[in-house]
């Protein structure tokens, strides 16, 4: 089965402060894409990075990092420095998992606080 | 950048109404699918279309439901009678023909039935 866990339903952390968003996948596909996307308090899904199977190279992205580890089957997201504007509920997708659809977590919700 | 636009952004409608949510995908794009997500939830796949058909569907895409590419650039989710438990954000989705697993979502449509 295809599944997406993230086990942190909401993360409160004092601005500036680093925060890691876990994310454990499920899949039995050689290949699939992994997403982390983000959900500001308007509504929308804001695309932040795709990674495929076959490239576990880390990525960094301004205070954003990615860790992908296929050996713990996990996807967990970084934000150095956290500041308010980060609040939001982030959501890590799984898809290309022989089929058409993008399967999402449940979402973390992080509270950055002044 | 091209983007998936999506009309109305907010429709209220009484239970039991039908309703059609609009979607224009990116142009060259030729895969396209639908997301609901009820409010507080997570992103759930509704339905994905290639070539005039339906490639898959999930359980909650059941015969209330039903997609169409009227013309060559909208993509649309009609629901033929709407309960109370179809309030909810959908989103629109598009991905080229390669890769396809790289989906751009559009902003939603907010759907309040009453």
């Known amino acids: 089965a295809q599944k997406v866990t993230q086990a942190q339903t909401e993360i409160s952390v004092v601005e500036k402060e680093d925060v890691t968003l876990d994310c454990v996948y499920e899949?039995?596909?050689?290949?699939?894409?992994l997403f982390w996307y983000k959900q500001p308090p308007s509504g929308e899904l804001v695309f932040l990075i795709r990674?495929?199977?076959?490239?576990?190279q880390n990525e960094i992205s301004g205070r954003y990092s990615w860790n992908f580890q296929k050996s713990t089957s996990s996807f967990n997201f970084t934000i150095t420095a956290s500041q308010v504007v980060d609040s939001a509920v982030y959501f890590c997708a799984l898809g290309g998992t022989g089929g058409f659809k993008t399967i999402f977590g449940a979402g973390t919700r992080l509270f950055v606080k002044a | 950048e091209p983007e998936v636009t999506q009309t109305p952004s907010h429709q209220v409608t009484q239970m039991g109404q039908e309703v059609i949510l609009r979607c224009v995908p990116i142009?060259?794009?030729?895969?396209f699918y639908w997301y609901r997500q009820i409010l507080g939830q997570k992103v759930e796949f509704l339905v994905s279309f290639y070539n005039n058909e339906i490639s898959e569907k999930s359980e909650i895409f059941d015969d209330q439901f039903s997609v169409e590419r009227p013309d060559g650039s909208n993509f649309t989710l009609k629901i033929r009678s709407t309960k109370l438990e179809d309030s909810a954000m959908y989103f629109c989705?598009?991905?080229?023909?390669?890769?396809?697993?790289?989906?751009?979502f559009g902003p939603g449509t907010r759907l309040t039935v009453t």
């Open positions: 142009s060259n794009h030729l895969y």
């Open positions: 990674r495929n199977s076959f490239d576990e």
């Open positions: 989705a598009s991905s080229e023909l390669v890769t396809k697993y790289e989906q751009y």
């Open positions: 899949t039995r596909d050689t290949t699939y894409y």
